[in-house]
């Protein structure tokens, strides 16, 4: 069993930074695939990024080059920085885990949210 805990959300202007975490429990999170998704309000949730236990980074087209994932193995924690925020970055957003690394998401944290105003 993962749990995992997102902290780091808030509000923040336009064109502004924020740098979410994601704490993760359990012996296995160095070879677990790890990614950030998000839900904005009336809207379905969206893949953000991932980073795979190989250090492999993938981004959504809609925040490459804003945003960077990254992660300390040692410390059990995955981050996302983001940078020139913009309106439309705003929702809730979740960490997730891919304990088996099969491409499945099987554990998710509660959220943090992220408001970003114009």
């Known amino acids: 069993q993962v749990q995992l805990v997102e902290s780091g959300g808030g509000l923040v202007q336009a064109g502004g930074s924020l740098r979410l975490s994601c704490a993760a429990s359990?012996?296995?999170?160095?070879?677990?695939?790890m990614g950030w998704f998000r839900q904005a309000l009336g809207k379905e949730r969206e893949f953000v990024a991932t980073?795979?236990?190989?250090?492999?980074?993938y981004y959504a087209d809609s925040v490459k080059g804003r945003f960077t994932i990254s992660r300390d193995n040692a410390k059990n924690m995955v981050y996302l920085q983001m940078n020139s925020l913009k309106p439309e970055d705003t929702a809730v957003y979740y960490c997730?885990?891919?304990?088996?690394?099969?491409?499945?998401?099987?554990?998710w944290g509660q959220g943090t949210q992220v408001t970003v105003s114009s």
């Open positions: 997730a885990a891919d304990e088996r690394t099969t491409g499945q998401w099987d554990y």
């Open positions: 980073i795979r236990s190989s250090g492999y980074v």
């Open positions: 359990g012996r296995t999170f160095s070879r677990s695939n």
